[in-house]
């Protein structure tokens, strides 16, 4: 049974999220074709306080979609070459986010992104199957023991935070 995820599954803690996030399915329609899944990697940014995310100093053009509704996707470009998907969540105008790390057979958002074809064209696009790309909840059970909790890759910049525990694998699937 497939069961597309609202903006009720979203609007919630970034963390939460993040862990329930595992063994759900990122499903891409390109040109009338779907690709579908599994998601097996996510990281949490959350809040104004947390130095490793893009709204950390406040609002900005680029991050301006992290304070608005939960369920809207968030892409942006690093280094110049790749892009990132990242999932709104909690409330509006509190700046949270989950981004997609990994994806049975995929590891790597930058891989992702190019392998599914995201790029900014989705940015600010509510997660339905109108914008091309949804999450769906296949029924798939994941034990919580089975999710690691590990820091953050990457964000060696943001003191303190770089070592907060919230990034989310399933177990054996990296």
Do not use: C
């Not at 995820?5 to 919630?12: A, D, E, M, P, S």
């Not at 110049?80 to 590891?107: C, D, Q, S, W």
């Not at 992702?112 to 995201?118: E, G, P, R, V, Y």
């Not at 770089?162 to 177990?171: Q, V």
């Amino acid at each position: 049974m497939k069961k597309i995820l609202n903006k009720k599954f979203f609007n919630r803690s970034t963390i939460t999220v993040s862990k329930e996030l595992i063994g759900k399915y990122l499903v891409r329609n390109v040109r009338g074709r779907e690709y579908a899944y599994m998601i097996i990697e996510t990281e949490a940014y959350d809040g104004f306080e947390d130095k490793a995310s893009h709204a950390y100093r406040g609002k900005t053009k680029r991050n301006e979609i992290m304070f608005q509704d939960a369920g809207k996707i968030y892409v942006y470009l690093t280094y110049g070459m790749h892009f990132m998907l990242n999932i709104v969540t909690g409330k509006e105008e509190y700046p949270a986010a989950v981004l997609i790390r990994g994806v049975e057979g995929i590891t790597g958002p930058g891989r992702i992104t190019k392998a599914l074809k995201i790029n900014k064209s989705l940015n600010a696009k509510l997660l339905n199957k109108n914008s091309g790309l949804w999450i769906e909840d296949r029924g798939v059970k994941i034990k919580k023991e089975d999710i690691i909790k590990t820091p953050r890759i990457g964000i060696n910049y943001a003191e303190e935070w770089k070592d907060k525990p919230y990034r989310f694998l399933l177990e054996n699937r990296l």
